[in-house]
């Protein structure tokens, strides 16, 4: 029942905040809609929640049309010929990966005269399967964020690696932390730390998430 999931996600939340001496404040839940309909998306905003995730441009148009006053944020990877239909409905790109989506991005909201707001994922397990910069090469693509001026780097969005017990994550949620701390000021905030699913954000949380990514926790 998503009431009763969301008040055990919330509970949860607050909790690993306590631990971690953290502000409750600073951590910001987005719900992951991509598995349900409209439907449950309108249920959960009832409940007072404001920010829904999706991953695929297509699958999430009629929710993101229907539902114009809550936030979205484009947690999948990007193609950058989808850009143009992400732009101007999402509040928050969390998976800005590479320099050709930062072209498209600036062009597309060049075009529009907006800005966009994008967090760049970090591969922090070096996992073949995921998407994101490797941790090596994140100082000199900010670096290079530098030049375009239409896109606000609001900070690191990162994926554990799947495992079945979630404390084997808090290396890598650490590890994020710390290259947002190192390359925080170089030009860029940085303040958003986007990491932590269903099965992981609670050791997200305790190690400085900013955004957790919840889908099945909720809806399930
Ligand atoms: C699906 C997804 C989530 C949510 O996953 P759950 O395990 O259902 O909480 C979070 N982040 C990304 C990038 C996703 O694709």
């Known amino acids: 029942m998503l009431a009763e999931n969301y008040e055990k996600v919330k509970q949860e939340i607050k909790g690993a905040a306590a631990r971690a001496g953290r502000d409750i404040d600073l951590v910001k839940l987005v719900a992951v809609s991509k598995t349900v309909g409209i439907d449950q998306v309108r249920l959960a905003a009832d409940l007072g929640i404001t ?23 484009f947690i999948g990877h990007l193609q950058s010929n ?103 000021g170089a030009g860029q905030e940085l303040t958003e730390l986007s990491m932590g699913m269903s099965n992981d954000y609670i050791v997200a949380v305790e190690e400085g998430a900013t955004i957790v990514r919840i889908g099945s926790a909720l809806f399930s």
Not at 57 to 72: C, D, F, I
Not at 154 to 180: N, Q
């Open 82 to 184: 989808k850009v143009k239909d992400v732009l101007p409905f999402y509040t928050l790109v969390h998976s800005l990966d590479r320099l050709s989506l930062a072209k498209a991005l600036q062009r597309c909201a060049e075009r529009s005269d907006i800005a966009v707001e994008a967090l760049i994922q970090v591969n922090v397990s070096g996992e073949k399967s995921k998407f994101g910069l490797s941790p090596e090469d994140l100082s000199c693509f900010i670096a290079q964020m530098r030049s375009f001026d239409r896109i606000k780097i609001k900070g690191l969005m990162t994926m554990a690696p799947f495992v079945d017990d979630p404390e084997e994550t808090r290396p890598f949620f650490s590890r994020l932390r710390k290259l947002r701390d190192e390359n925080a």
């Open 51 to 73: 920010d829904f995730g999706e991953n695929r441009v297509q699958e999430a148009e009629a929710k993101v049309s229907a539902m114009p006053g809550l936030k979205w944020h």
